[in-house]
């Protein structure tokens, strides 16, 4: 069992930054890929950026690609999304999730544990 708790999230203008962290429980960590997917209100839930366990492979959706950075320290069983250069379309409640190291991508039915979400909001 993982348990995930998601934080950083808040209110930042277009073109600001934002850091959400993930922190996970359990002795396990790196055996878990680690995605970041976000809800915008009236939309479903879309994938936004994953990365192996070792932290040696990392995916993006198109719409974030050079804009955000995720990474991990499993030494302190925790992911981060660094966010920069948002816009208003990265509103939404971004989901922390963990999936099998031998299954794992942009997919939310390979993911098997979910955080309780964290609120971003970007203003003009």
């Known amino acids: 069992q993982v348990q995930l708790v998601e934080s950083g999230g808040g209110l930042v203008q277009a073109g600001g930054s934002l850091r959400l962290s993930c922190a996970a429980s359990?002795?396990?960590?790196?055996?878990?890929?680690m995605g970041w997917f976000r809800q915008a209100p009236g939309k479903e839930r879309e994938f936004v950026s994953a990365i192996s366990g070792s932290g040696g492979s990392r995916s993006y959706a198109d719409s974030v690609k050079g804009r955000f950075t995720i990474s991990r320290d499993n030494a302190k069983n925790t992911v981060h999304l660094q966010m920069n250069s948002l816009k208003l379309e990265d509103t939404a409640v971004y989901y922390c999730?963990?999936?099998?190291?031998?299954?794992?991508?942009?997919?939310?039915?390979?993911?098997?544990?979910w955080g309780q979400g964290t609120q971003v909001t970007v203003s003009s």
């Open positions: 999730a963990a999936a099998p190291n031998t299954d794992w991508g942009p997919s939310e039915r390979q993911y098997d544990y």
């Open positions: 359990g002795r396990t960590f790196s055996r878990y890929a």
